[in-house]
């Protein structure tokens, strides 16, 4: 995993469809921190995520990852290989099996981290051989825990990762997201619940 040592967000200010959803934002994030996004529905906390993975482009200001290296990474396309992201949409291939999903994801990645390892962690060894079709919406959220494992990305930007999972769930999920941050990672986490962690907070108001 690339070391990461600090995300800022400077001045900046989104618009969508003609209608501005936030202006002047300002946050720094170090490494081993964790972030909450939160703020009422059409905040702009989606879109904030997405700006930062490098998915939406900004109306103005300024992205920055800074490189424990040195240098700054601030064009949308790098930041994005830096990004392990769970949004709304899970991107599980409904016609693959868990197992096959994970394998996928871990391809696409690169990752060079055991696939069995990381489904046993969130839970899924035991129904690795079923197709992602029939998994519950908790158990597909429980895969996209296992993709952001998988990038091996050293900021993960999670929005509302806490949803559909039951109480275990969201144990995992914040232990997971602990442990990310623990080993030098950087996660900013849109959310309407408490997290459990030790977590600075962004709050996003009417523009």
């Known amino acids: ?3 990461l040592s600090l995300v800022e967000v400077e001045n900046l200010t989104c618009e969508r469809a003609g209608r501005r959803v936030f202006r002047n934002l300002n946050f720094a994030v170090a490494s081993g921190q964790v972030m909450t996004l939160e703020g009422a529905n059409g905040a702009g906390k989606s879109s904030a995520l997405r700006i930062i ?7 103005s200001g300024d ?12 064009d949308g396309d790098e930041r994005a290989r830096l990004t392990g992201w769970m949004g709304h ?5 409904a016609q693959l099996t868990v197992e096959e ?9 690169g990752a ?10 969130v839970g ?11 998994l519950s919406a908790g158990q597909r959220r429980r895969l996209g825990l296992a993709r ?8 993960w930007l999670l929005d509302e990762p806490l949803s559909s999972l039951d109480a275990a769930g969201r144990r995992l999920a914040a232990e997971l997201i602990g442990e990310h941050c623990d080993d030098g990672g950087i996660a900013i986490v849109a959310t309407h619940e408490t997290l459990g962690l030790d977590a600075a907070r962004f709050f996003l108001g009417p523009q």
């Not at 920055?64 to 990474?73: D, E, F, I, N, S």
């Not at 999903?101 to 990645?109: I, M």
């Not at 060079?112 to 962690?121: E, K, S």
């Open 1 to 3: 995993m690339a070391i």
């Open 53 to 59: 993975a490098g998915l939406l482009p900004q109306a």
């Open 63 to 74: 992205v920055r990852l800074k490189m424990a290296a040195g240098y700054a990474v601030s």
């Open 89 to 93: 949409t899970d991107g599980v291939k």
């Open 101 to 109: 999903n994970a394998l996928f994801f871990a391809a696409l990645y």
């Open 112 to 121: 060079r981290i055991n696939v069995a390892g990381v489904l046993d962690h």
């Open 124 to 134: 899924l060894k035991r129904i690795a051989g079923i197709p992602s079709q029939y």
């Open 148 to 155: 952001l494992i998988l990038s091996n990305r050293p900021l």
